[in-house]
Nanobody
């Protein structure tokens, strides 16, 4: 009954913006670390950023630093990834995942969404 559902992906032109949403069912996002990941075709999955249960945000992916911003809305049980100045190389399936570990944002992640496709193209 524990589930994460991503939404907000789609086709956008280079330089455009998207806001991805990750909504939890069956658990409270404030009780978990929630991370965003992405996987492009033929490439390994990359960690983008993560928010701990205490609200600390960790940014991992150098190419998107300054362009992507993670935020959490506990009232909506949702974690967002605001993506600005999108580039074709940002094209990927974006996933969110929940980590119940006490250390926070360390993995392994307990629950994963099924992903939302982001395509950046003219």
């Amino acid at each position: 009954q524990f589930q994460l559902v991503e939404s907000g992906g789609g086709l956008v032109q280079p330089g455009g913006s998207l806001r991805l949403s990750c909504t939890a069912s069956g658990f409270t996002v404030g009780d978990y670390s929630i991370g965003w990941f992405r996987q492009a075709p033929g490439k390994e999955r990359e960690g983008v950023s993560c928010v701990s249960r205490t609200g600390i945000v960790w940014n991992y992916l150098d190419p998107v630093k300054g362009r992507f911003t993670l935020s959490r809305d506990n009232a909506k049980n949702t974690v967002y990834l605001q993506m600005n100045s999108l580039k074709p190389e940002d094209t990927a399936v974006y996933y969110c995942a929940a980590d119940s570990g006490w250390a926070g944002c360390r993995g392994p992640y307990d629950y994963w969404g099924q992903g939302t496709q982001v395509t950046v193209s003219s």
